[in-house]
């Protein structure tokens, strides 16, 4: 058989991105990485500890550890009010990212429309596209990245099943105020559309931006899919552990599937997230705080070097910044240059973007603004956003100050 057939429509296509070849020159370069989502300094050493404790235990095999749905039943009740049941509206996944795809497997048929907010995390239309729904965008604009609501009701048909929402947000750092979450959540209940919450930056807010789950608004609760995960909230990407909380027929469903799929999260790891979620309000007060400075730090070198910050995070650890309109360079461009000339990484914004405002308009593709924005992750440890700071500072970026 020919290598062509061989592969399934799916996989044909998912090719590689523009992306992953800076990743690789990235590599080459061996540039500071302020690309990816991930924490570079150590995860909290009583997590550490209940990990190795639980390996000491020989926690070795397939588990579901039930405590972890009690603590999130306890969480959920606290911080958003839900009244949840432990034993019937969870699934514990693989990460949110499992988590989102069982969800989507278990409510999405082909043909059957979930809106996404545009830009996103680009695995939400990734898995509804797998499970052969069809992804409608909404655009948040820029600069403030809101909505408009009647773009929101009208992009609704009779074939719409699902809304997507992740709040904080990434790569933007919006926090979905408690007016446009009613906006989503009249729109939904109009539509009796369910809604799946993207949560895994809950606890990473700043300022007086606070985190509202969609689940807790009216009418909300028995339409929404929560899927969140340890991974941000305690720098442990690695371990995968994550979870769906749902109506107790729709996490079944999820439970089913994600038995069919990765069977269990790992087990020592779910040990030791029954720790995690036990942690004290000072943990997620100095999450937020030291997160909060690594913001403020980054933030400040990139308008320095002639980035503009129009829209400063309100949540996440992401800060998506502009090109000036003097630059003639793409997102695309202008993150080689940061490799090629400071050694330093980050993602270009069109990366995020599904749809193309240029295809309105009819202007040339480079000048639309999802060619003009760069995302910046600034989970990384003190150390590394100061060496970054020196080579960002160092580097003479001609096209960044041509004003
Ligand atoms: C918005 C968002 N959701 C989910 C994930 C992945 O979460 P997990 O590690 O729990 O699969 C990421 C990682 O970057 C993310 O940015």
Redesign the pocket.
């Known amino acids: 058989m020919e290598e062509d057939k061989k592969l399934s429509f799916v996989a044909k296509r998912f090719l590689p991105s523009p992306i992953q070849q800076l990743s690789l020159l990235a590599q080459q370069c061996n540039a500071i990485n302020l690309a990816e989502?991930f924490p570079d300094f150590p995860a909290p050493l009583t997590l550490k500890n209940a990990a190795i404790s639980a390996i000491n235990s020989d926690f070795n095999q397939y588990r579901h550890v039930q405590g972890v749905c009690d603590e999130l039943a306890k969480v959920v009740k606290k911080t958003h009010g839900l009244n949840v049941n432990p034993l019937t509206d969870f699934a514990i996944c693989c990460?949110?990212?499992?988590a989102f795809a069982a969800a989507v497997f278990s409510v999405i048929n082909p043909g059957d429309e979930v809106i996404i907010f545009d830009p996103s995390?680009d695995?939400y239309a990734n898995v509804v596209s797998i499970a052969g729904g069809i992804p409608v965008y909404v655009s948040l604009d820029p600069p403030k990245w809101t909505f408009d609501p009647n773009k929101l009701l009208k992009s609704f048909t009779d074939r719409t099943k699902a809304i997507v929402l992740?709040s904080p947000h990434?790569p933007t750092g919006k926090v979905f105020s408690k007016d446009e979450l009613d906006a989503i959540a009249e729109a939904c209940c109009a539509n009796d559309c369910l809604a799946i919450t993207?949560e895994?930056?809950e606890y990473i807010t700043f300022g007086d931006a606070k985190h509202v789950s969609l689940a807790s608004l009216p009418g909300m609760h028995e339409r929404t899919i929560i899927t969140s995960?340890l991974?941000?909230t305690f720098s442990v990407?690695g371990w995968?552990v994550?979870w769906a909380i749902a109506p107790a027929f729709i996490a079944s469903a999820i439970r089913n599937i994600h038995s069919r799929i990765t069977d269990t999260a790992p087990a020592p790891f779910q040990e030791a997230a029954l720790i995690a979620l036990r942690s004290p309000p000072e943990y997620f007060e100095s999450l937020r705080r030291d997160y909060e400075s690594k913001r403020d730090f980054i933030a400040k070198l990139l308008v320095d070097i002639g980035f503009e910050v129009q829209f400063e995070p309100q949540g996440s650890f992401f800060l998506f910044v502009e090109l000036p309109k003097s630059c003639t360079l793409t997102d695309v461009d202008c993150v080689e240059e940061l490799i090629k000339q400071a050694g330093v990484v980050a993602v270009p914004g069109c990366g995020f973007f599904q749809t193309d405002s240029s295809r309105e308009k009819g202007v040339n593709k480079d000048c639309s603004y999802q060619n003009r924005y760069i995302r910046f992750a600034f989970c990384k440890s003190n150390a590394t956003l100061t060496s970054a700071a020196q080579k960002l500072s160092e580097a003479k970026f001609e096209f960044l100050k041509m004003h």
């Open positions: 989502g990460g949110q990212t499992e995390f695995s992740n990434n993207d895994v930056y995960s991974s941000k990407t995968r994550g």
